[in-house]
């Protein structure tokens, strides 16, 4: 079956260390993004990539980085440099750059910094 | 900048009750706006509405959008214990093919 496959789910990193959330999709879609959620907010925007070796900033880009070498992957680094990692992180696609049918998420990593 | 303002942010009500969820917006170069629900981990689609006053529905959910007011509404009628979810709206931003996602609204239905 098609879909969208984020790991791990859980992840569990000491203070001042990279990390690297995996999001891989088999559904041929172009567009991918990464998505932040905290308790009691929505989801914020990361980095987004519409096309392979091209992506762009979202709301909150500083203290990420992503690398988009082939159209079915799309990984999060959280450097050290982002405040408060902490969080559960989304990670999305889209058939088609018009958003025609919304997004298809996976089923998230939560991220807990220590 | 964009903007997505959800309301309430959270609400209880008991099985068989009637609910209204609002999502109001600013953005630019609006396309579409899109209804999710999220229950556990991966939010799951519901409604996708580009044109005024055309409500869609979907069994007891139905939903419908403002374009001059900028607002929707997501109604859920005879609610049931498995509506109980965080509901989230997000406008579609044509040329940045992007949602932008309000803050959701945390839906509980008690027994």
């Known amino acids: 079956d098609g879909g969208i496959t984020q790991s791990p789910k859980y992840l569990f990193r000491k203070e001042g260390q990279n990390v690297t959330l995996s999001c891989e999709q088999n559904l041929n879609h172009d567009a991918m993004y990464w998505y932040r959620q905290d308790p009691g907010q929505g989801l914020r925007l990361i980095y987004y990539s519409q096309i392979v070796n091209d992506f762009q900033k979202g709301d909150i880009a500083e203290g990420y980085s992503v690398s988009r070498e082939k159209k079915e992957s799309f990984p999060l680094t959280v450097t050290s440099a982002q405040k408060n990692p902490t969080a559960f992180y989304l990670c999305?696609?889209?058939?088609?750059?018009?958003?025609?049918?919304?997004?298809?998420f996976g089923s998230g990593t939560r991220l807990t910094v220590v | 900048e964009d903007k997505v303002v959800q309301s309430p942010l959270s609400l209880v009500v008991h099985e068989g009750d009637t609910v209204t969820l609002n999502c109001s917006y600013e953005v630019t170069n609006f396309r579409s706006l899109l209804w999710y629900k999220q229950e556990k981990k991966a939010p799951t689609f519901l409604f996708m509405l580009?044109?005024?006053?055309i409500e869609k529905k979907s069994g007891r959910l139905s939903s419908i959008l403002d374009k001059k007011e900028l607002f929707s509404i997501l109604n859920i009628t005879a609610t049931q214990t498995g509506d109980s979810a965080i509901y989230l709206c997000?406008?579609?931003?044509?040329?940045?093919?992007?949602?932008?996602f309000g803050q959701g609204t945390r839906l509980t239905i008690n027994p």
């Open positions: 999305a696609s889209s058939t088609d750059l018009t958003l025609s049918y919304g997004y298809t």
């Open positions: 580009t044109s005024s006053g």
């Open positions: 997000a406008p579609g931003i044509q040329g940045a093919q992007k949602l932008v």
